[in-house]
């Protein structure tokens, strides 16, 4: 490494590594700057900065309701997938469960799946049970989704705890429920935190399953931005797509942190 | 000791969600391949007859064969600065790459399209630097789909490499110089062996990612670029022909399979979820 044979491939290293750099962030950031434009089209740069395209998308019905619809799809998508998600990755690490690797490897199918296929299977099957078109429909496709991921991270933080913490506890005397809420879930709560924040930006993100099975009365955010880019595009799909991005944003760097406290309880 | 934990019950609620709603939706419509309109293996034979397709069929697969060593060539460099860079550039370069990972698909392919397009950032800055007189056509066909499908599926091989290449003891380079190899050959005979599970895994995540794409090619490339989940789209929403759909599920899901056994064969499963 220290040789300086070494030199020129660590500034070809280095200029790779700047490009890759620009090519993941200058799309967004374009979209960000194109977002406060004053012109009715994507121009960029933009001519003149302004907020009209936030209050265009605050004043259109079509943006408000679709953005109620994606919290109310939200919200009980990624608790249900959370608490779901956590009993079964405590059960499979902890408990003594034949073919427990077999039934993990399934709780994951809906990741490996293609997103076209659940989609298109969920749709087939609502058809009979009057579920497309339902806010139902969707909360239960986004919990299915969300679920691999809420399963997957749980388990690995309660492969990293110490077994014997909580049977010690049960030897002391602790039934199964109190042991697990004095002594597993403080140690596993930031896990298990983050993956309820995963699984509310997944069902905040997600498309597929949702243009299937929404309806132009039930359309999540993802939908309408959707139907929009097949349309005439104007600025406030940047507003909406900043939005969006925004709020990723956020969810990262709340998990960041989550991230961090947790290292911090291991040391 | 009872035979059975106890704890099983905790399993019920995710098991049978994944079951009722997942499950056998899937099986239902991989079903349909069979029994749509009539039992029999008609819509194979017809898969396999009608030249639309196949040549879908085969575009995907080449689509995916073209995204991956981009994808592997872009992320190699990323991760190797990530492994062996200051701890201060490797958090730096962890959040960068992060930040487009949490963003939405959709989001992300929407800024790559006002990138590419004709008037874009991309085109203005190649003729102000006299690269072409004349807007390029980035958006709507192989380029522009290319270009998309390749940042969306950077962090799948960036993240992954980077552990192979972090756990590689520094020693091994040493001892390969001192025994009198070139850094090009210790780099090729060394190095580069030892972060192949990583980049197996990788290559394999970009390869069956891009193999079901939907949104990316339906936004950023052009008809001739049309993929396999598309057409399973349009199977089912135009002509509501859910037997072709449900074989050209199962094809794509067995291919998917496939490369999965594949890697598991390889590199094994174990050394992927570490």
Redesign the interface.
């Known amino acids: 490494?220290n040789?300086d044979?070494?030199t020129p491939?660590r500034l070809?290293?280095?200029a790779?590594?700047i490009?890759?750099?620009v090519?993941?962030?200058?799309?967004?950031v374009?979209?960000v700057i194109?977002s406060f434009s004053s012109a009715s089209f994507?121009?960029?740069p933009p001519p003149g900065l302004s907020l009209r395209w936030y209050a265009q998308l605050l004043s259109t019905p079509a943006w408000t309701n679709a953005l109620l619809v994606s919290v109310k799809l939200l919200v009980p998508s990624s608790i249900l997938a959370t608490?779901?998600?956590t009993?079964?990755a405590?059960?499979?690490v902890?408990?003594?469960?034949p073919g427990a690797t077999v039934?993990m490897a399934?709780?994951m199918?809906?990741i490996?799946?293609?997103?076209?296929?659940?989609a298109?299977?969920?749709?087939?099957?609502y058809r009979g049970m009057g579920l497309n078109g339902t806010l139902t429909g969707l909360v239960?496709?986004h919990?299915?989704l969300s679920?691999p991921y809420v399963?997957a991270t749980v388990a690995s933080a309660l492969r990293v705890q110490d077994a014997r913490l909580e049977q010690a506890a049960s030897t002391l005397g602790a039934p199964?429920w109190t042991a697990f809420r004095r002594i597993t879930l403080p140690l596993i709560l930031p896990a298990v935190l983050s993956s309820l924040l995963l699984a509310a930006?997944l069902s905040?993100?997600e498309?597929?399953v949702s243009l299937f099975v929404s309806s132009a009365r039930v359309r999540p955010v993802?939908v309408q931005?959707?139907s929009n880019?097949l349309g005439d595009f104007d600025p406030t799909?940047?507003a909406i797509?900043t939005v969006?991005?925004g709020f990723?944003?956020l969810?990262?760097i709340a998990d960041?942190a989550l991230r961090a406290g947790r290292g911090l309880r291991l040391a | 000791m009872t035979t059975v934990?106890?704890?099983?019950?905790?399993?019920l609620?995710?098991?049978l969600?994944?079951t009722v709603?997942?499950?056998?939706?899937?099986g239902?419509?991989l079903s349909?391949a069979f029994t749509f309109p009539q039992p029999g293996f008609q819509n194979f034979v017809l898969l396999w007859e009608r030249p639309v397709y196949l040549r879908v069929m085969g575009n995907t697969l080449w689509i995916s064969a073209i995204v991956t060593p981009i994808t592997v060539l872009?992320?190699f460099?990323?991760a190797?600065?990530m492994a062996?860079g200051s701890p201060r550039l490797r958090r730096w370069?962890v959040?960068?790459?992060?930040?487009?990972f949490?963003?939405?698909?959709?989001?992300?392919s929407?800024?790559?399209a006002?990138?590419l397009?004709r008037?874009?950032?991309l085109n203005?800055f190649l003729i102000a630097f006299g690269f072409t007189e004349e807007p390029l056509p980035l958006l709507y066909n192989m380029a522009g789909l290319l270009a998309g499908c390749v940042?969306v599926l950077?962090p799948f091989v960036i993240f992954p490499l980077y552990s192979s290449m972090a756990r590689i003891d520094?020693a091994y380079?040493r001892a390969a110089?001192t025994l009198g190899a070139?850094?090009v050959r210790a780099f090729l005979r060394v190095y580069l062996p030892l972060t192949l599970p990583g980049l197996m895994t990788g290559a394999t995540l970009v390869f069956?990612s891009t193999?079901?794409y939907?949104?990316i090619p339906a936004?950023l490339g052009g008809a001739r670029q049309q993929m396999i989940?598309q057409l399973?789209?349009d199977q089912?929403a135009t002509f509501g022909n859910?037997g072709v759909?449900g074989a050209l599920?199962l094809v794509?899901?067995a291919a998917?399979a496939a490369l999965?056994a594949l890697l598991q064969f390889t590199v094994g499963l174990k050394e992927i979820a570490r």
């Open positions: 490494m040789a044979g070494m491939w070809l290293r280095g790779l590594c490009l890759v750099a090519y993941l962030l200058a799309p967004l374009v979209v194109i994507l121009q960029f608490l779901m998600g009993a079964a405590y059960a499979l902890r408990g003594r469960i039934i399934c709780l199918l809906p490996v799946v293609p997103g076209m296929i659940t298109a299977a969920l749709f087939g099957v239960i496709g919990t299915v679920l399963v199964p930006i905040f993100d498309l597929i993802a931005m959707w880019l799909i940047a797509a969006c991005f990723a944003l969810v990262l960041l | 934990d106890r704890r099983l019950w905790l399993l609620p995710a098991g969600t994944l709603a997942f499950l056998l939706p899937v239902w419509l349909r872009l992320a460099p990323v190797h600065l062996h370069l959040f960068l790459v992060l930040v487009p949490w963003t939405s698909l959709l989001v992300r929407f800024a790559t006002i990138l397009q008037h874009g950032v203005s940042q950077l520094p380079m110089s070139t850094p069956i193999l079901g939907y949104i936004l989940a399973i789209q089912i859910w759909a599920s794509l899901l998917t999965l």
